[in-house]
């Protein structure tokens, strides 16, 4: 559920700890970010925004909301109507990001005129230009999580090979135990990208197709095979009509033995579940594909609008503000992991070879294209849609032009 949280806190305090000589008192700005509700860091975020306010007399106006697509497009529609947040935590590398690429500022710029902040370019999230506009500050991953205890208490064995993945489906589904929660109408990018990377190569996942060209094999195969794991019983009876926090809850009551998610989900876990959860890569299905590929990398960081940048009055206290989030101890806080126990370990076991990473498929994708994508995914399980057509439609929609530099 989207919350919004609105801080407008006026406060005396002149002083200021941070890079910049001099920032104006009685500033206000505006900020936007996925740092609340469930989210680890959300209570950090907005202690380092009440903190920041009491050092330089300032004013933020912060409205956080859970990163979803309605989040996403609501961001875009802001920078549409000229109404975009003065520094927002947005994606980084992505579609969406090149389309707000022209109303942000390059970290390079920033750097010349403040030399004294010294913000981080980091070439990882560089745009198909080269340049740098955003300063990344968590890294995620993404994979399929496991209650172990379940599979223990019922003597099944982990989902580390694709057989061992059926035989668990079959033998949650006889127990009355959901095998995997999921919501195809909701969220159902994990189950896709990780079909996609479990019918294939890593190259054929990172292959960008321009318009009109034949996508790989895998692709194909990637969306018949969830209608497989559907006619198996993998997924809940209303997967086509339920919400991802309806099944994540089904996953933490354990009322469901698997769940694909991301980091997000390991960082927002109660911490006494953390002790009987493990993460693993989504099992391989064909010999090409690689047994420990996961998707994952840097896809959001903290950008500085334009209109902040040409407003002479918000400039420096909106450079500071950017500066006091995205160095030291701060930014430390909020991109860590605050999870424990085996959660942790898996983790640390899954991404220890950077090798093994895959970016997602989605986010190189135009945001129409993959909300048609996406859309169609419930009618691909049902057998109304055909994958291969559902592909070349895709495709018909240059999806990935920016990918591709055009």
């Not at 407008?8 to 996925?34: D, Y």
């Not at 106006?61 to 996403?72: N, R």
């Not at 990637?222 to 006619?231: D, P, V």
């Amino acid at each position: 559920m989207k919350k919004n949280i609105v801080i407008a806190v006026m406060l005396t305090l002149s002083f200021l700890l941070g890079s910049l000589p001099s920032v104006s008192q009685g500033v206000t700005l505006k900020t936007t970010s996925i740092f609340t509700g469930a989210d680890a860091a959300a209570d950090t975020y907005l202690g380092l925004l009440k903190n920041w306010q009491e050092r330089t007399g300032n004013i933020v106006l912060d409205v956080s909301s859970t990163s979803d697509e309605a989040w996403k497009t609501g961001v875009l529609n802001d920078f549409a109507a000229g109404n975009e947040a003065d520094i927002l935590f947005f994606f980084a590398k992505t579609a969406e990001s090149a389309l707000i690429l022209n109303k942000v500022v390059p970290i390079n710029d920033i750097n010349a005129a403040y030399p004294q902040v010294d913000l981080v370019e980091d070439a990882d999230v560089a745009e198909n230009d080269g340049v740098v506009y955003a300063i990344p500050i968590r890294s995620f991953w993404e994979a399929l999580f496991c209650n172990v205890g379940l599979f223990d208490a019922n003597h099944i064995e982990l989902p580390t090979t694709w057989e061992k993945l059926e035989t668990a489906i079959r033998e949650f589904r006889k127990l009355g135990i959901t095998p995997i929660a999921l919501s195809l109408s909701d969220v159902p990018h994990y189950i896709a990208e990780y079909c996609i990377l479990s019918c294939g190569s890593q190259a054929d996942h990172r292959a960008r197709p321009k318009k009109g060209e034949p996508v790989p094999q895998s692709w194909i195969d990637g969306m018949e095979l969830i209608r497989r794991l559907s006619e198996l019983g993998a997924f809940p009876a209303q997967a086509n009509a339920t919400t991802n926090d309806q099944v994540s809850q089904l996953f933490l009551d354990k009322s469901a033995a698997m769940q694909l998610e991301g980091s997000w989900f390991a960082n927002g876990m109660p911490k006494e579940r953390m002790k009987d959860v493990i993460v693993l890569p989504f099992p391989a299905y064909t010999p090409q594909a690689n047994p420990n590929a996961f998707i994952g990398g840097v896809s959001m960081g903290f950008y500085l609008s334009r209109a902040a940048w040409e407003d002479e009055e918000k400039r420096d206290a909106a450079v500071d503000l950017l500066a006091f989030l995205t160095t030291g101890e701060n930014a430390a806080s909020l991109g860590g992991y605050t999870f424990t126990g085996s959660l942790l370990d898996s983790c640390l076991a899954m991404t220890s070879d950077p090798a093994n990473m895959n970016p997602p498929l989605q986010d190189a994708m135009d945001p129409a294209a993959r909300a048609y994508w996406f859309s169609s995914i419930p009618g691909v399980v049902d057998g109304s849609i055909d994958p291969a057509t559902l592909w070349e439609e895709i495709m018909a929609l240059d999806p990935f032009h920016a990918a591709n530099g055009e």
